[in-house]
């Protein structure tokens, strides 16, 4: 007569009857519990807690992108000697030919677009508050297509009178307390020029466009100027001072680097968002790691209650593993079942979890929203994490490697107490019996 197939239904039955412990047993099924609910909360964290880390790069890294350049190009200076006078002059690091390098990079074969930009730092004053702020000069379709500033939801007035003043962030016009049509001044410590000097320059501007990028620092800090008007107030008059660029894949800015320095010329510099950001990312990376071994090890404790219940279950059922084992049953049948004892501890305890760090994902950012009031906003500082919100992205990969950690070590713990049950000597197992 053939010997069952391994993982027969006769061993789920008893598996599964074995869990059930009755009254008598409380104490298996006590342990049972505890190692399920403490795997499906250790579950639940890994899951929650990587679900959170991918939102926030994600969510940092649309901000940076949908409000900021994905490469620039400017001018480094140069000074040079005249051979017949011996004066040292200096080359000015602007872009007097913006036009046609723009067009040049704009042909390059993965560049979306580029533009020209006027910068410049200057002091923000409505009445008598005052703030420092980075004007940023370009055209109106150079604007119009970022899309964290033109989004309608965050922005108030109407970027069609952009030829008519300046768009400011929203920390600005909340701290200086502007609204659309209000009048801002602005003052530049590189105004006219004069025999005696260099005086100050101070124009007003109307508030036509109030955004909000979704970074706290940009939003508190950043101005856009119609370009001609910024190198008017500049004293750019014919310049740029450098080259936005933008790429059909800003994960891999990197390669377009020697591309534009070629069509640039010699003395171009190539800045990218990867660059500005780079240890930032390099850290949330970082984090990332630590923290999935960190609670790699909280769902590794939860499980070693599992071996716990298991030695319990074992001793408590010596009887009827004698008597198995006198029926015809193999050590590896055996095995298999208090394997299986162990195993449905870890599945279901898993499946738990996924449910559970799924809901707390998709909810996190109403959690954090409901703690922020209950604080009166002290919960989540956006000038601290740079962000307004908490969120949450579920990536396919994150809830695989949480699952497969879970399952691994749940049947890994489990088979040093079914290995003692398999082993387990029938007659020794009857003999007070």
Same mark, same amino acid.
């Given at each position: 007569?053939?010997?069952?197939? %391994?993982?027969?239904?006769?061993?789920?039955?008893?598996?599964?009857?074995?869990?059930?412990?009755?009254?008598?047993?409380?104490?298996?099924?006590?342990?049972?519990?505890?190692?399920?609910?403490?795997?499906?909360?250790?579950?639940?964290?890994?899951?929650? =807690?990587?679900?959170?880390?991918?939102?926030?790069?994600?969510?940092?890294?649309?901000?940076?992108?949908?409000?900021?350049?994905?490469? =620039?190009?400017?001018?480094?200076?140069?000074?040079?000697?005249?051979?017949?006078?011996?004066?040292?002059?200096?080359?000015?690091?602007?872009?007097?030919?913006?036009?046609?390098?723009?067009?040049?990079?704009?042909?390059?074969?993965?560049?979306?677009?580029?533009?020209?930009?006027?910068?410049?730092?200057?002091?923000?004053?409505?009445?008598?508050?005052?703030?420092?702020?980075?004007?940023?000069?370009?055209?109106?379709?150079?604007?119009?297509?970022?899309?964290?500033?033109?989004? %309608?939801?965050?922005?108030?007035?109407?970027?069609?009178?952009?030829?008519?003043?300046?768009?400011?962030?929203?920390?600005?016009? @909340?701290?200086?307390?502007?609204?659309?049509?209000?009048?801002?001044?602005?003052?530049?410590?590189?105004?006219?020029?004069?025999?005696?000097?260099?005086?100050?320059?101070?124009?007003?501007?109307?508030?036509?466009?109030?955004?909000?990028?979704? @970074?706290?620092?940009?939003?508190? =800090?950043?101005?856009?100027?119609?370009?001609?008007?910024?190198?008017?107030?500049?004293? +750019?008059?014919?310049?740029?001072?450098?080259?936005?660029?933008?790429?059909?894949?800003?994960? +891999?800015? #990197?390669?377009?680097? %020697?591309?534009?320095?070629?069509?640039?010329?010699?003395?171009?510099?190539?800045?990218?968002?990867?660059?500005?950001?780079?240890?930032?990312?390099?850290?949330?990376?970082?984090?990332?790691?630590?923290?999935?071994?960190?609670?790699?090890?909280?769902?590794?404790?939860?499980?070693?209650?599992?071996?716990?219940?298991?030695?319990?279950?074992?001793?408590?059922?010596? @009887?009827?593993? #004698?008597?198995? @084992?006198?029926?015809?049953? =193999?050590?590896?049948?055996?095995?298999?079942?208090?394997?299986?004892?162990?195993?449905?501890?870890?599945?279901?305890?898993?499946?738990?979890?996924?449910?559970?760090?799924?809901?707390?994902?998709?909810?996190?950012?109403?959690?954090?929203?409901?703690?922020?009031?209950?604080?009166? #906003?002290?919960?989540?500082?956006?000038?601290?994490?740079?962000?307004?919100?908490?969120?949450?992205?579920?990536?396919?990969?994150?809830?695989?490697?949480?699952?497969?950690?879970?399952?691994?070590?749940?049947?890994?713990?489990?088979?040093?107490?079914?290995?003692?049950?398999?082993?387990?000597?029938?007659?020794?197992?009857?003999?007070?019996?």
């Amino acid at each position: 007569m053939a010997s069952p197939a %391994p993982f027969s239904r006769y061993e789920f039955m008893i598996a599964w009857r074995y869990l059930r412990a009755r009254r008598a047993e409380g104490g298996v099924s006590v342990m049972t519990w505890i190692s399920l609910i403490g795997i499906a909360l250790g579950v639940m964290a890994l899951i929650a =807690t990587l679900a959170v880390r991918a939102g926030f790069r994600a969510e940092f890294v649309d901000t940076i992108l949908g409000a900021n350049a994905h490469s =620039t190009v400017y001018m480094a200076p140069t000074s040079f000697t005249n051979d017949l006078t011996g004066e040292v002059y200096t080359q000015s690091g602007v872009i007097e030919d913006y036009d046609a390098l723009t067009a040049r990079i704009a042909a390059l074969p993965g560049v979306t677009r580029a533009n020209a930009v006027v910068k410049g730092q200057v002091m923000a004053t409505a009445g008598d508050s005052s703030n420092v702020a980075e004007v940023f000069g370009v055209t109106e379709a150079d604007l119009a297509a970022m899309p964290r500033i033109v989004d %309608p939801e965050t922005s108030a007035g109407d970027l069609a009178d952009f030829g008519n003043g300046v768009a400011i962030g929203s920390g600005i016009a @909340r701290e200086l307390n502007l609204g659309i049509g209000d009048r801002i001044r602005l003052i530049s410590p590189d105004g006219a020029k004069t025999p005696s000097g260099t005086t100050p320059r101070v124009n007003a501007y109307e508030v036509t466009y109030i955004f909000s990028a979704g @970074r706290y620092d940009i939003d508190r =800090t950043r101005i856009y100027m119609p370009l001609a008007e910024a190198q008017s107030y500049f004293n +750019r008059e014919g310049v740029a001072d450098e080259i936005e660029v933008f790429v059909s894949d800003p994960e +891999r800015v #990197g390669d377009w680097t %020697p591309a534009l320095m070629q069509a640039a010329g010699d003395r171009s510099l190539v800045w990218t968002w990867q660059d500005a950001s780079g240890s930032f990312l390099s850290a949330l990376d970082m984090e990332d790691d630590v923290m999935f071994v960190i609670l790699s090890v909280l769902v590794l404790i939860a499980s070693m209650n599992i071996t716990s219940g298991l030695i319990m279950l074992v001793k408590n059922k010596g @009887r009827d593993i #004698g008597i198995l @084992r006198t029926m015809g049953l =193999t050590e590896g049948a055996v095995l298999r079942v208090f394997f299986l004892c162990g195993a449905f501890t870890g599945v279901i305890g898993t499946i738990a979890g996924v449910l559970l760090g799924v809901a707390l994902a998709l909810n996190v950012d109403n959690i954090m929203a409901a703690l922020n009031a209950l604080t009166g #906003g002290g919960a989540w500082q956006p000038e601290v994490r740079g962000i307004y919100r908490l969120p949450a992205e579920l990536r396919a990969w994150d809830i695989f490697r949480a699952v497969a950690l879970s399952l691994a070590l749940s049947f890994i713990v489990t088979i040093f107490p079914a290995r003692r049950a398999a082993r387990m000597n029938p007659v020794e197992a009857l003999r007070y019996e």
